[in-house]
């Protein structure tokens, strides 16, 4: 039974894949067994977890992708699909996050938030879907955030977009599971990386997270690989349109 964990044989996709979250999750990925390209816009980063990947014994491939742009999206899908033989797993995992009250936001920081973190969900989608419904088999894992049920002052773009991510999954889910493509997505609570580093790295802030938080830790890159696995793997073939709150008891305090 357990072999249905196993992703032997599978390609995934993992935007955002050079660092903190994605890394977890590509390295998760390639734990399983799945072979992953990996898209982002700092090389150096997708190569160093390039080299990890191998390390495990998977393939992975280096795609330079901005996920704002659509072209560049298309290309990272047919160049998986391509250089590493199908497409099976999706993960829409790239995201920025903008500081700002929401009396001062100006036009273009709201764009870019919406456009990176939400439109370019509906974008890599949209490209996987190109060999996803034909060989009726896929699993889209669209990383949201607690931020989408428990806002914090001051980042009304990232909540709006990661609000819009979760409709936007459950809509497609709804969309393509007669095509057996499977969509869910993962809600993280608060995980120590570079997007909330000028945060986290304040122990009193850090501190008093970690207090707010039933399990009393903060989450890492390996809890939130570990639930995109099971999520794409055959063990969840009857899950889709799920949000799996992943955060520690954080949004149920
Ligand atoms: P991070 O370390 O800043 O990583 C963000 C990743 O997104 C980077 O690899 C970055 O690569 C990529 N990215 C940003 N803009 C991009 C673009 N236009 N095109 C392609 N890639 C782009 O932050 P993280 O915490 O790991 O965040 C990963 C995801 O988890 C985000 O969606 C975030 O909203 C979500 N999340 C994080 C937390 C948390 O506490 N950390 C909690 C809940 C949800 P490049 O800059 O090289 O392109």
């Known amino acids: 039974m357990f072999e249905r964990f196993r992703l032997d044989g599978q390609v995934a996709v993992v935007t955002g894949a050079g660092r903190g979250i994605g890394r977890g999750i590509a390295l998760a990925l390639a734990e399983a067994g799945a072979d992953v390209a990996l898209a982002g816009r700092t090389v150096a980063q997708l190569e160093e977890t390039a080299h990890t990947v191998e390390a495990l014994g998977r393939r992975a491939l280096v795609v330079p992708t901005d996920v704002t742009v659509s072209e560049q999206v298309e290309r990272l899908a047919d160049r998986a699909a391509s250089e590493l033989g199908h497409l099976d797993i999706l993960v829409n995992n ?15 920081d709201w764009l870019r938030v919406i456009d990176t973190n939400l439109n370019s969900v509906m974008r890599c989608a949209r490209a996987a879907a190109r060999y996803m419904i034909p060989q009726q088999r896929g699993s889209i894992v669209n990383i949201a955030s607690i931020f989408a049920y ?4 001051r980042f009304s773009s990232y909540v709006a977009a990661k609000g819009g991510m979760i409709s936007f999954t459950r809509a497609l889910a709804l969309e393509w599971a007669r095509y ?3 969509v869910n997505a993962i809600a993280p609570g608060y995980v120590h990386t570079e997007l909330n580093e000028w945060a ?9 997270l970690i207090r707010a938080t039933p399990l009393r830790r903060l989450g890492t890159p ?3 690989g570990l639930a995109v696995v099971y999520l794409a793997s055959p063990a969840a073939d009857y899950m889709t349109g799920e949000i799996v709150v992943l955060d520690g008891g954080y949004v149920i305090r």
């Open 180 to 182: 057996k493509v499977r």
């Open 200 to 208: 986290l790295s304040n122990p009193q802030i850090r501190d008093g």
């Open 150 to 153: 428990t806002p914090a002052p």
């Open 222 to 224: 390996e809890d939130i």
């Open 94 to 108: 790239a995201g920025i996050l903008v500081d700002q009250e929401a009396q001062a936001i100006r036009d273009d």
